[in-house]
């Protein structure tokens, strides 16, 4: 198998630019190592582009007016309003022409009465969006504060410990999250109708928990793998007990493990839709299954629509960036270190 | 002398775990007792009694909304889903689906970690861009792509060309096209996971493996196809055998894009399963035996993910 | 076999030395070690002359011809890694033969040379495996296999004992000796085990902080050290430096020691030292001899056994110890005092502020 590359025979001239002042390969040096490693980032460009434009399209649409966001051809330029959060948010009722000229007279309307004014319509309240935004942060919360809570307790324990059945138990707990929702959801739905927990807070938060556990004990016990155990033995050693040792030593060492770990806990609880879909109806009903379904008056409210998307997808974004050295261990249950 | 007592669910680490429990102190057994005790109950309750109901209610003929208790009525649940041509349907659905967006997943991914591995001024921010795809919820995810795939106000007729609303394609809409839709958009979340798996891999490889090539004069293809994919493969396979279990469990974005439809063009046998439990009949009976039935496929496909996670980990 | 010419080599990282400008030539057949410790610029030496690093500036020619910017692949040269760079999903018997392929050769050709050189360095048995379930040691002789059989110009080698277990490193290092000596070929072997290149080298070329420090044969570096550094990182222990102040003939040493300067330095000494007369005196283990009636005196302060001999830990003054080499018949209880004396012959002198080696100028 011939594997021999077609090399000039002469040796190329020294290059003419800069002395080569960093670690580089002979045959790195030259115009066109750099052109080729430009053009690659170009694409790389491109391609990170290309791919944030549904992302961009969605945040744009969220401040179109509802005419803008439905137009044939799509817009891209446009003037901007808060129209469709003002329609996510509030629950309005068609003016009469009488009552819109009415109201065109006052001077006491808010900003919000304003924008729904343009439509000729008046707010009569509150839409459940909020609520349902608020059902988002209290049960992803509560459920990634206690999965994570037991998570990082049940890890130090298989981690440091020899359990019998250990490597069984772990491959069950993972396998856990391996299911479809909609397995696990039927007996749960019986079961939670029979004890009263279907639409309650605290139905949901014990399903989001149990299900963010098995990926928080495997993520945390990788983690804590890594840290040494001869800290605590020096600890042991100096008279400490297993607790105060895991407490003052081991919690402290483990803490971006935690942080990575309830990012992820967070994220997950945060996106769920199918749970949410199939548990809860009116009181705890979380945002994910409510944004398909903003609908107006008159057809889908596409703005609004995307209104409640980009607040949903906001805090997920920000996240990303801050935490991007662990993403890549989280996003793979533990099994790769680097980030 | 102190007593050693043994313990069963032994604490071996240090000759300190076999001091009796002291009088404020509790020993490493009951120690690992209670760690893992909260996690164990919320297993047996939240996922062990709910399997268990779930096998005996598949025997059974009982609908959630009717009054009956379950009626024991033994295999026929199970006969009657898979003589049911429709099983088969949805698996093969959801088996072209998971085939074909692991499939370009896989390239996509790959290539952008080809892309992004030298760095280059700027290549962590991109790469922290392309992150945010897979972050996103998939219902919201799949809300916004159904304004975008919209034949005529949609973006994505309008980039490509179609500007005749009567001549684009309607990509929910039409049964050849909409799994197309759900593929698209589903590699477009998850390539960028793949990438990330293989920048991991690709990162790792030693440079003196390339030098030792460059001195013996071996093509870039030599290079590629004995340093860089032996090298990258372990993680690679991770990543596919990841998708390839989420495809199978695909709810979410298929819900949110098309419910199943248009027909059953779309009908992945996680909507099934779902249109059959909680729509129509609400056929309790039914629709668990026809969730063991996913379970078993998909505790067969876990297992290998898991060794081959263990794998890697271990070096 | 080449001869390899370096001219004004020099590399920068931004505006860092790593290898400060470098002339040197390696002549044809010649066993040449690049010696320091880690960051000294030794490794960067070997690649820029291998082309995997390019210089910042200078000149690098085989044989006259300027090879500065031609790919490592056609300089003729073989090279082996530290950490062995084997291909791990071919067999043994192909990672060697795999230079060969790339240059063409036809596979009877191959066959027999691979044959040869697996014989050589007593692989045969070895060749049908992969790297991965070979040991460290075999691994290694596969890169050496692979480099030998293309007989290259120059063979460069990093630290390639660098990987192997302890017990090993002897019996390869006369291996690689050999097959120099053998091939008749030029090679650029680096290091940072000073033992391993006063072994191997016919020439050592040590190297501190992106400088060379002296380039010599093994004696020489070892007998008459260019400065504190060489005198230091060359000998297990170094040698013994004494800070002391000369005056008239005899330098004061700590610990109430006064030194009679051997006549054949007094002139040196005399002209070369600052106003304040402060000099280091160096010696080796070897060089002292203990009398009951010694110039000097110490007290013991350890006693290290080394089989055949004693390593002596003598302590002149609080924090001031000195090595010497003394026979196992004699007993030495710890904190006794002990007079000793230097041989003449091997005493050496260094300017405290240049750290330099003072020239013995002519002997009288």
């Not at chain 1, 053009?39 to 649409?61: D, E, K, S």
């Not at chain 1, 808060?82 to 808010?110: K, M, P, W």
């Not at chain 1, 994220?267 to 949410?276: D, M, V």
């Not at chain 2, 005790?37 to 309750?45: A, C, G, K």
Request: glycine letters at 6%.
């Amino acid at each position: 198998m011939a594997v021999t590359t077609p090399h000039s025979a002469q040796p190329a001239p020294p290059p003419q630019q800069a002395p080569v002042n960093y670690s580089t390969r002979v045959d790195k040096v030259g115009l066109r190592p750099r052109i080729a490693s430009a053009t690659r980032a170009v694409i790389a460009i491109i391609i990170a582009f290309i791919m944030l434009i549904p992302v961009f399209w969605m945040g744009m649409t969220a401040f179109k007016s509802r005419p803008d966001a439905v137009s044939v051809p799509p817009k891209v330029f446009f003037t901007p309003t808060l129209e469709g959060f003002v329609s996510l948010f509030t629950q309005r009722r068609q003016l009469s022409e009488a009552e819109i000229a009415a109201y065109n007279e006052r001077t006491d309307l808010s900003w919000a009465d304003e924008i729904a004014l343009l439509r000729g319509q008046a707010i009569i309240g509150e839409s459940k969006f909020r609520g349902q935004l608020i059902n988002s942060i209290i049960i992803s919360a509560a459920s990634t504060f206690f999965s994570v809570g037991f998570g990082v307790l049940a890890a130090y324990a298989f981690s440091r410990f020899n359990i019998p059945g250990k490597d069984d138990l772990l491959f069950f707990i993972l396998s856990q999250r391996m299911l479809p929702a909609v397995v696990v959801t039927i007996p749960i739905f019986l079961m939670y109708r029979e004890v009263g927990l279907y639409d309650t807070h605290l139905g949901m938060i014990l399903l989001y928990t149990s299900f963010n556990l098995s990926f928080s004990v495997w993520l945390l016990k990788g983690f804590i793998d890594e840290i040494p155990r001869e800290y605590e033995e020096a600890a042991l050693v100096d008279g400490y007990t297993r607790l105060q040792a895991f407490r003052k030593i081991v919690l402290p060492q483990a803490v971006t493990g935690i942080a990575a770990t309830t990012v992820f806990a967070l994220i997950f609880s945060w996106n769920e839709y199918a749970f949410a879909l199939m548990l809860t109806s009116e009181v705890a009903r979380t945002a994910p299954p409510s944004i398909p379904l903003v609908l107006g008056t008159g057809g889908i409210e596409w703005a609004a629509i995307a209104a409640g998307s980009l607040i949903f997808l906001i805090p997920v974004v920000v996240v990303t960036f801050l935490l991007r050295q662990h993403l890549l261990r989280g996003v793979t249950f533990g099994a790769i270190r680097k980030g | 002398m102190t007593q050693v007592t043994t313990e069963r669910a032994s604490a071996q680490l240090t000759p300190m775990a076999q001091r009796p429990a002291a009088r404020r102190q509790l020993s490493d057994a009951n120690i690992v007792r209670l760690f893992i005790l909260p996690t164990i109950i919320l297993l047996i309750l939240m996922n062990i009694f709910p399997l268990f109901y779930s096998l005996f209610l598949s025997f059974t003929e009982y609908s959630v909304i009717s009054e009956t208790p379950p009626r024991w009525v033994g295999l026929q649940n199970y006969i009657d889903i898979l003589s049911d041509s429709q099983l088969y349907h949805n698996f093969a659905v959801t088996g072209r689906y998971a085939l074909i967006s692991v499939g370009l997943q896989t390239i996509v991914g790959f290539s952008l970690a080809m892309l992004l591995r030298n760095k280059f001024k700027g290549s962590g921010f991109i790469t922290t861009l392309i992150l945010i795809p897979m972050m996103l919820s998939p219902i919201v995810v799949a809300v916004f792509w159904r304004l975008i795939f919209n034949p005529s106000l949609g973006i994505f007729n309008y980039l490509l060309g179609f500007t005749n609303p009567n001549t684009s394609p309607e990509w929910l809409g039409e049964p050849g096209l909409a799994l197309w839709s759900i593929i698209i958009v589903d590699v477009w979340m998850w390539s960028p996971f793949v990438m990330l798996l293989c920048l991991a891999g690709l990162s790792a490889i030693p440079e003196y493996l390339y030098e030792a090539a460059a001195i013996d004069r071996a093509s870039a293809w030599f290079q590629f196809r004995r340093i860089t994919l032996p090298q990258v493969m372990p993680l690679l396979l991770i990543a596919v055998l990841f998708r390839t279990i989420e495809a199978f469990k695909q709810f979410d974005l298929v819900m949110g894009l098309t419910g199943g439809g248009p027909g059953d063009a779309t009908e992945t046998v996680s909507v099934q399963l779902y249109q059959l439990a909680f729509q129509g009949q609400f056929n309790t009976g039914l629709s668990s035996a026809l969730a063991y039935i996913v379970l078993v496929v998909i505790i067969a496909i876990s297992n290998l993910y898991i060794r081959a996670l263990n794998r890697v980990r271990e070096g | 076999m080449a001869t390899i010419h370096l001219q004004n080599v020099e590399k920068k990282f931004g505006e860092q030395f790593a290898v400060k400008p470098l002339n040197m030539t390696i002549n044809s057949g010649e066993f040449i070690v690049l010696l320091g410790p880690s960051g000294c610029g030794k490794t960067t030496t070997l690649r820029m002359i291998s082309g995997l690093e390019a210089v910042t500036s200078g000149n690098i020619l085989f044989d006259q011809k300027d090879v500065t910017w031609l790919h490592p692949s056609q300089r003729d040269i073989a090279f082996v890694f530290q950490f062995f760079a084997l291909y791990s999903h071919m067999t043994a018997r192909e990672n060697i033969a795999f230079p060969l392929q790339a240059q063409g050769m036809p596979r009877d050709q191959i066959t027999k040379r691979v044959n040869e050189v697996a014989n050589m360095l007593r692989i045969e048995h070895i060749l049908k495996l992969r790297p991965g379930s070979l040991s460290g040691g075999d691994q290694q002789r596969v890169a050496l296999a692979r480099a030998l059989v293309r007989r290259p110009a120059a063979f460069l080698m990093d630290e390639p004992l660098g990987a192997l277990d302890a017990e090993f490193r002897e019996g390869m290092r006369a291996e690689i000796k050999r097959l120099h000596i053998d091939q008749e070929a030029t090679t650029v072997y680096v290091t940072h085990d000073q033992v391993e290149a006063m072994a191997m080298g016919d020439r050592i070329v040590i190297m501190s902080r992106a400088e060379v420090q002296q380039a010599d044969t093994p004696a020489e570096v070892y007998h008459n050290p260019a400065n504190l550094f060489v005198a230091r990182f060359i000998g297990s222990p170094g040698m013994n430096l004494l800070e002391g102040v000369y005056e008239s003939g005899a330098i004061r040493l700590p610990g109430r020691n006064a030194y009679e300067v051997p006549d054949r330095w007094r002139s040196a000494l005399e002209s070369s030292l600052p106003a304040d007369g402060r000099v280091i005196l160096g010696f080796r283990p070897e060089a002292v001899s203990l009398w009951e009636t010694g110039q000097l005196g110490a007290r013991v302060y350890a006693d290290d056994l080394h089989g055949g001999y004693s390593m002596l830990h003598l302590e002149l003054a609080e924090g001031v110890v000195i090595h010497a080499r003394a026979g196992r018949d004699g007993n030495y209880p710890i904190g006794t005092p002990i007079g000793f004396d230097l041989e003449p012959e091997m005493v050496r002198f260094f300017h405290p502020e240049t750290e330099q080696a003072l020239n013995r100028g002519k002997a009288s």
